[in-house]
């Protein structure tokens, strides 16, 4: 569809002739001679004699290329753009947040996988987890692993893809042994900071008892209820050990519920992959559609028209000025 920028030039179309009417012709001295045949002259040439005055006339050709110029110009002002099929584009409106405990008690071979094979808890905590990502389009997703210390390892991305492989080659004991769910929760909560993300969530996934976090959970959570964050924690494991595989449930239903999250417990990887497909209920998918309409420039077409039309016409009135005089018939007498 052809459009206008500024189709307010068009006021200017009876610019060229105003000033034909209102301004006076440009006076130009030239040297005179006086005849007594000055009105046949005058016939001759088409001049108009006026007090003192001549006032040039021009070729109807001529007039017909300035008029042509004229229209040309207003419409490269008038600025033609070509709008293109509309393209339509899925912005993200969540940014979710995924800490996964890889902590040595995550190597315990009490899961099993969709073959019914037994597997450690990672390793089931993968596959549901893949799955889980590969209906979170439309999400801005990172991960944070944590063990001794938190670490990201995916930051803010909607490239899910990478995302499931990154995940895919996390390994029991890469951030080492020990527990630090608040430090986790802390890291998380930095990274929001840069997030311009309407919604935040915070899915936590761990088996163990927090005992080296430098800030304690239930206070971190507090910082996160404060940035408006959303935390469901997902405990794994038994709750009846005891030492650094000791489960502290009370603690992660304090995180959840001080947050507005929920609080589940996974036992199998059937009941996992019940707690993602819940998730999924409750977190759904949030997507704002933008669409945008293309637009190409088209003031060069009638600009470059006008240019090729007024050097034509140039070109044209100087053969004419040098077009030798016709050699009358017949010889002298």
Not at 60 to 68: C, E, K, Q, S
Request: positive net charge.
């Amino acid at each position: 569809m052809l459009t206008f920028a500024y189709p307010w030039t068009a006021l200017l179309l009876p610019l060229p002739w105003l000033v034909a009417r209102l301004a006076p012709p440009r006076a130009e001295r030239r040297a005179g001679l006086r005849v007594p045949f000055f009105d046949e002259l005058a016939a001759l040439t088409g001049a108009r004699p006026q007090h003192g005055a001549v006032v040039a006339s021009r070729a109807r050709w001529r007039r017909g290329v300035l008029v042509a110029c004229w229209l040309l110009t207003l419409a490269a002002l008038a600025r033609p753009q070509r709008i293109e099929a509309a393209l339509h584009r899925d912005l993200p409106t969540r940014d979710l947040l995924l800490l996964v405990d890889l902590s040595g008690s995550m190597d315990a071979r009490d899961f099993r996988d969709a073959a019914g094979r037994p597997t450690d808890r990672l390793t089931a905590v993968k596959e549901v987890l893949d799955g889980f990502l590969a209906r979170r389009q439309g999400d801005r997703v990172g991960v944070v692993v944590f063990g001794d210390a938190p670490f990201v390892l995916v930051p803010f991305t909607t490239d899910l893809t990478l995302c499931r492989a990154l995940v895919r080659e996390t390994a029991v004991g890469m951030a080492g042994p020990r527990t630090v769910l608040g430090d986790a929760i802390g890291l998380g909560i930095t990274l929001f900071d840069r997030s311009g993300a309407r919604a935040r969530t915070i899915i936590a996934l761990t088996d163990g008892n927090d005992t080296a976090s430098r800030v304690p959970p239930a206070e971190a959570a507090r910082i996160a209820r404060d940035r408006g964050i959303t935390i469901h924690t997902v405990a794994i494991g038994d709750p009846a050990a005891v030492g650094e595989e000791k489960l502290d449930e009370a603690a992660l239903r304090e995180v959840a519920a001080t947050t507005g999250g929920g609080f589940s417990r996974a036992r199998d990887r059937d009941a996992l992959a019940g707690i993602y497909r819940r998730l999924d209920a409750i977190e759904t998918r949030r997507i704002e559609t933008v669409s945008v309409r293309p637009r190409t420039d088209l003031y060069w077409l009638p600009l470059g028209l006008a240019l090729l039309l007024g050097l034509g016409a140039q070109a044209l009135g100087l053969m004419l000025a040098v077009r030798p005089a016709p050699v009358p018939r017949g010889g002298a007498a």
